[in-house]
């Protein structure tokens, strides 16, 4: 794992790599005033969307709150810890483990998000018997607390019917990881970018000061310019007034 400084916008905040249900409100304000008063947070966890290119960005795998503490301030860079891995499964389980040890205290429903991301990274077989799935026993001794050895059968029989049956028949799953889909990294991505779209113009109808209008337009401006330099290497983007409002 290396260390660096990241620009915030170069973040991909993916929504399926919060382990948690929500975000805390009143978590992000009390880091957004640490951070005003100089205090110095430990590094967020990222993952390079192309290891060999630190400009196609990153993945925000840990450090939710700190984040968006930093962009309520209009911090531009952040510490992080950059790791290798590109799995989506297996990011997410790093996310959930990172989330198990430190922070806001779990609820229950997030708890299930951790045994389910814990089950979809393959962690729940063995590397070295022929990946046999690991008895209850086993596997309440990795979560840590997070789910009891008496829970764990109902829960795996709800979410991964297939793996409670391997359970049930001496731990040989026929197709592991066939229950957990594969997908591009570039359908996530423009499906990510879609909604992001939505949202800002959702937020920017809703508006009613023309003075935030023209801030507003101004940011996506610049971003349609950045967008079309990644695109096609020249700034072809458009040109508003935002002093018409």
């Known amino acids: 794992m290396k260390t660096g400084i990241i620009r915030l916008d170069s973040l991909v905040m993916d929504p399926a790599l919060q382990i948690r249900s929500s975000t805390s409100a009143a978590t992000v304000a009390e880091y957004r005033d640490a951070m005003r008063a100089g205090v110095e947070?430990?590094?967020?966890?990222v993952a390079a969307i192309d290891p060999m290119d630190d400009l196609k960005g990153f993945r925000l795998v840990d450090g939710w709150h700190r984040v968006l503490a930093a962009q309520k301030i209009g911090l531009g860079r952040i510490s992080t810890a950059i790791v290798d891995e590109t799995d989506p499964k297996r990011l997410?389980?790093?996310a959930a483990n990172a989330n198990r040890s430190h922070g806001l205290r779990l609820g229950r429903k997030d708890r299930r998000l951790v045994f389910r991301a814990y089950?979809?990274?393959?962690?729940?077989?063995?590397?070295?018997?022929?990946?046999?799935?690991k008895s209850a026993r086993e596997m309440?001794?990795?979560?840590?607390?997070?789910?009891?050895?008496?829970?764990?059968?109902?829960?795996?029989?709800?979410?991964?019917?297939?793996?409670?049956?391997?359970?049930?028949?001496?731990?040989?799953?026929?197709?592991?990881?066939?229950?957990?889909?594969?997908?591009?990294?570039?359908?996530?991505?423009?499906?990510?970018?879609?909604?992001?779209?939505?949202?800002?113009?959702?937020?920017?109808?809703?508006?009613?000061s023309d003075a935030y209008k023209a801030e507003l337009l101004d940011s996506i401006t610049s971003a349609t310019r950045d967008v079309a330099i990644i695109t096609t290497g020249e700034d072809v983007g458009p040109t508003f007034v935002s002093d018409e409002f």
């Open 140 to 208: 309440a001794r990795d979560l840590q607390g997070i789910v009891s050895d008496r829970r764990i059968p109902e829960w795996m029989r709800q979410d991964f019917p297939k793996v409670y049956e391997a359970m049930q028949k001496g731990g040989l799953e026929e197709n592991p990881g066939a229950d957990f889909g594969k997908s591009h990294p570039d359908e996530r991505h423009r499906e990510l970018a879609h909604h992001s779209l939505s949202q800002f113009t959702a937020a920017f109808r809703a508006l009613t």
């Open 119 to 133: 089950v979809q990274a393959g962690e729940h077989r063995h590397k070295d018997r022929g990946q046999r799935v």
């Open 41 to 45: 947070f430990p590094p967020i966890t």
């Open 92 to 94: 997410r389980w790093l």
